[in-house]
């Protein structure tokens, strides 16, 4: 601040012009700018990006790379899957043998050894050997019970067939004995009627009375005889 003639004037400090400068230049932060760039799309389910590592690599406690062999077949919401054939074969051998095969065998072999860890946990002297033993054996005792229940429904129809014949051999003989016992029937009315048509008792003493008369007036004529000669 310089003093001339009484009078003072009031010059801008660096400070002051450059506070001024910043808020003239300063633009709100919501506003958008017309040069500004657009927002980025959103990702598609294709390209969505799977955050946890897989079951095997959580497991091993390593980091789950982008192309990792495990991860398409132990995902992390079942880690027992791994758990399970990780104890018997070894993560090792599991990426080893999948590399081997191509993608289109891949699920197969691993729904495989699961299968083959879980039965060899459960006898580890047998394994699957074990469970195909047990499951033909019960493929055998339902095979001889399938046999026995045939030869059962064959005696079953047999005997039907048999009852049948015999309830026809009855019925056929009841019919002959009611036929024959109609025949009977008209025969004896047939023959009633025919006896009633020929005489009756009343007809047969009077033929007799007829007869006794006759006789009467021969023994009386023949008694008479010597007188009227």
């Not at 010059?11 to 808020?23: E, F, I, L, Q, R």
């Not at 007869?211 to 005889?225: I, Q, T």
Request: net charge negative.
């Amino acid at each position: 601040m310089e003093i001339n003639g009484g009078t003072s004037a009031a010059t801008p400090t660096v400070s002051a012009v450059a506070v001024a400068t910043v808020k003239e230049t300063t633009t709100p932060i919501n506003s958008p700018s017309p040069t500004s760039s657009p927002p980025p799309p959103p990702l598609s389910p294709q390209q969505t990006v799977v955050l946890s590592p897989c079951a095997a690599c959580k497991i091993l406690r390593r980091r789950c790379a982008e192309k990792c062999v495990l991860a398409p077949y132990f995902p992390p919401t079942d880690p027992a899957k791994f758990t399970i054939a990780h104890r018997v074969f070894g993560a090792s051998n599991i990426i080893k043998f999948l590399q081997e095969l191509p993608e289109s065998q891949r699920t197969d072999a691993v729904n495989s050894m699961v299968y083959e860890a879980g039965a060899r946990m459960r006898d580890p002297v047998y394994g699957c050997a074990g469970a195909i033993y047990h499951l033909q054996r019960q493929v055998s005792e339902l095979q001889a019970q399938l046999v026995k229940t045939q030869v059962e429904l064959v005696s079953m129809q047999l005997q039907r067939s048999d009852l049948l014949e015999l309830l026809y051999k009855m019925e056929q003989t009841k019919l002959a004995a009611q036929e024959q016992g109609q025949q009977n029937m008209s025969f004896e009315s047939s023959f009633e009627s025919g006896d009633e048509f020929i005489s009756s008792p009343d007809e047969v003493t009077n033929d007799l009375g007829f007869l006794e008369d006759n006789n009467n007036n021969n023994s009386s004529m023949s008694w008479w005889d010597p007188l009227w000669t």
